[in-house]
């Protein structure tokens, strides 16, 4: 009787993580980046943000992503946005996979699975879903993207910034 009652307290913990929706407050986050620095979601409030989760570095659509978004950068550096990719690869695979495709934006470490759980994009294996959220200046999710295309990534980004009206300085 007492595993039928853990399997229903631990599914009903995964079923209200995965059920983060558009117009929630963002589970704040405290992740280590490719590029030395900490971040902390809370600290980037009145920053929108954009962090796109995707499963595994230094295999062939993660590339494909990485290399979209930071080809976008003439397209997307008027907007005011911090922008972050992020998977479960721990920190130093994280500094590799940016420096090998030059990402001109932070590659987050969440090798510990928590930042992935609680945002509900823990997948198979322990690898993220390649879902992108954006996060509004107040930390209100504005827009979750699970059909994210790793060719037209920073298009879409573009493209999303566009119709939530970031604003640009």
């Known amino acids: 009787m007492k595993w039928l009652v853990a399997f229903f307290l631990s599914s009903a913990v995964v079923f209200a993580q995965a059920s983060i929706k558009e117009g929630d407050i963002a589970p ?11 971040y ?4 980037l409030r009145g920053t929108h943000v954009v962090l796109a989760f995707f499963p595994k570095a230094f295999t062939g ?4 992503e990485c290399k979209s978004i930071r080809d976008s950068k003439k397209q997307v550096r008027r ?3 911090q922008f972050f990719m992020a998977s479960t690869d ?8 940016a420096e090998q495709n030059n ?6 470490s969440d090798d510990s699975q928590t930042v992935s759980d609680a945002y509900g994009v823990l997948g198979s294996g322990g690898m993220a879903k390649r879902w992108t959220f954006y996060i509004d200046a107040e ?6 993207d699970k059909k994210v295309n790793p060719r037209t990534a920073g298009r879409e980004l573009l493209q999303n910034l566009i119709a939530l009206d970031v604003p640009a300085s």
């Open 28 to 38: 704040n986050w405290t992740l280590q980046g490719s590029d030395g620095n900490s």
């Open 103 to 108: 990402a001109n934006f932070p590659i987050l």
């Open 79 to 81: 907007f005011e946005f």
């Open 90 to 97: 721990d920190v130093e695979t994280a500094v590799a996979f």
């Open 139 to 144: 930390g209100i999710v504005s827009k979750i």
């Open 40 to 43: 902390q979601l809370s600290d």
């Open 61 to 64: 659509g993660c590339t494909i």
